[in-house]
């Protein structure tokens, strides 16, 4: 069984939904990472995130435009010369990659998780 929190810590948890506008290599990173532009939308705008995705989307062009969910709360995180401002969440897939969390359908940028 998972560990219990109360619903209110859940709350302080911000997750937005962002497409991906840009997707670059990221070599000086010690594992494979892509680096990430995302669009929140006007009322966020645009967040940087460094995400371990170049083994499950080796095309990284399959990426663009692709609606995501992110925490955009954490505070941001340095890896390499990189600032990484967003988390994109997905999940470990069958084959032992990551699959991405996306909406089943396109939705406004920056809708909010709840």
Same mark, same amino acid.
């Given at each position: 069984?998972?560990?219990?929190?109360?619903? &209110?810590?859940? $709350?302080?948890?911000?997750?937005?939904?962002? &497409?991906i506008v840009e997707v670059r290599d990221f070599p000086k990173a010690r594992?494979?990472?892509?680096?990430?532009?995302v669009d929140f939308g006007p009322g966020f705008g645009e967040m940087h995130?460094?995400?371990?995705?170049?083994?499950?989307?080796? $095309?990284? $062009?399959?990426?663009?435009?692709?609606?995501?969910?992110?925490?955009?709360?954490?505070?941001?995180?340095?890896?390499?010369?990189? &600032?990484?401002?967003?988390?994109?969440?997905?999940?470990?897939? $069958?084959?032992?990659?990551?699959?991405?969390?996306?909406?089943?359908?396109?939705?406004?940028?920056?809708?909010?998780?709840?």
């Open positions: 069984m998972a560990e219990q929190i109360r619903f &209110e810590d859940f $709350e302080k948890v911000d997750i937005r939904v962002g &497409e594992k494979p990472l892509y680096r990430l532009r995130s460094a995400a371990g995705l170049p083994d499950s989307y080796p $095309e990284r $062009e399959s990426l663009l435009g692709k609606q995501v969910f992110a925490v955009v709360n954490f505070p941001p995180r340095r890896i390499a010369d990189f &600032e990484s401002q967003c988390l994109i969440l997905g999940v470990p897939d $069958e084959a032992g990659g990551l699959s991405l969390l996306d909406p089943d359908r396109r939705v406004p940028l920056g809708g909010k998780v709840f």
